[in-house]
């Protein structure tokens, strides 16, 4: 037997030894497929002349919409030039200027990375009492205050990418629902709050989760999902994954994606404070 052969470098060869590595390791970072790569830079040419930040005509923002309308190129046009003028008429481009210190001073958000260095994003959003916020007319704070939360995750996210050479499409989500109960979540007005913030992220920032990781979920949790379930997208509800009060079982799950150091206290992580994205 001529052992040479055995050391033969062909492209069934790579593949092989490309899914292995994809599978043992996580991808490093997000890639495109040729169709998408194909049709990037008509798309681009399509919608350039509606962006109004640098990062709009980048492949990672521009693939989200593409993917969105199903690799068609009329649909993501439709989509993306929606998204531009909505931005437009709520002067969505100045949020990171507004001052939400209220919110952020008492329900902090750690900017961080994975193992493989994917930006991500964690917060303890179940201590947020939105009955109250929306009895004395927060309604539309509450809701700017989520909208801040998307941009800041894409701009973390082009802020990384930018400076690591690395092309991430997607950021992590991760929620400590801890706190979260019928009377201050579940009211009328308050799934009414929750269906119009997963309308604002599926219509002007979709496919920006790469998983939505939700931890101490009460059963009264499932039934709002439920409600909101036909209204996200299936890639939205795949990307979900939700825990209830078993820490042992989320903890190890988070563990194998993050260092503790780049988790907050509420997850069993070492961080200690809300590390700030440049505005």
Request: charged share 25%.
């Amino acid at each position: 037997m001529d052992t040479r052969s055995m050391f033969i470098w062909n492209k069934q060869t790579s593949t092989v030894l490309f899914l292995f590595l994809l599978i043992k390791l996580g991808k490093p970072q997000d890639s495109y497929t040729p169709q998408e790569l194909e049709l990037l830079p008509l798309f681009r040419g399509m919608v350039k002349s509606g962006a109004t930040q640098a990062y709009m005509i980048e492949n990672k923002y521009l693939v989200r919409f593409l993917r969105a309308g199903d690799h068609n190129l009329h649909t993501a046009e439709k989509l993306i030039k929606e998204n531009f003028k909505w931005r437009k008429d709520n002067d969505i481009d100045n949020f990171l200027t507004r001052d939400f210190s209220y919110y952020e001073n008492r329900y902090p958000i750690l900017y961080s990375y994975d193992r493989r260095g994917r930006p991500a994003s964690s917060s303890a959003i179940g201590h947020i009492n939105p009955r109250k916020l929306l009895l004395n007319g927060k309604h539309d704070e509450l809701r700017d205050y989520f909208l801040y939360l998307y941009e800041k995750g894409v701009n973390f996210l082009h802020k990384v990418s930018n400076e690591t050479g690395k092309e991430f499409i997607e950021i992590y989500l991760v929620a400590d629902m801890a706190g979260y109960n019928v009377r201050t979540h579940a009211c009328l007005p308050c799934i009414t709050g929750w269906i119009e913030i997963a309308l604002g992220y599926e219509r002007h920032y979709p496919q920006l989760a790469y998983k939505i990781i939700v931890v101490n979920t009460p059963k009264i949790f499932d039934n709002v999902f439920q409600i909101l379930k036909p209204l996200i997208t299936k890639h939205t509800r795949e990307a979900i994954v939700i825990y209830g009060y078993n820490r042992d079982e989320w903890s190890k799950f988070l563990f194998k994606l993050f260092e503790k150091n780049q988790l907050l206290p509420e997850f069993g992580g070492t961080a200690k404070f809300s590390k700030p994205v440049p505005k």
